[in-house]
């Protein structure tokens, strides 16, 4: 019984470790996210901090900045669905269809 639970803990661990490779790697990524056609573009790294945004001068006008907050807005969200959609299928790769929350640190 030692034996199987020496094992386990030996599972655990490395799945721990890739765990968080996964996470450093999911943090480095960049993503795109557009709106307008590309008018607003901007790039978010896998925590969800904005890297860089592009503003086409189309969409500055002074009297209609709405249009400029909704297109940034539609912009992050673009992006942030792509970055939440690479987390999921990078940590599907390390837990393999177990359904473990990203988060989730080992051993429990």
Known sequence: MMKNFSKMMKQAQEMQQKMAEVQEKIAQAEVEGQAGAGMVKLTLNGKGE???????????????????????????????AKADAFAQEEMGKVTGGLGLPGGMQLPF
């Open 50 to 80: 904005l890297k860089t945004l592009t503003l086409d001068p189309k969409i500055m006008d002074p009297e209609d900045t709405e249009m400029a907050e909704d297109l940034i807005k539609a912009a992050f969200q673009d992006a942030k």
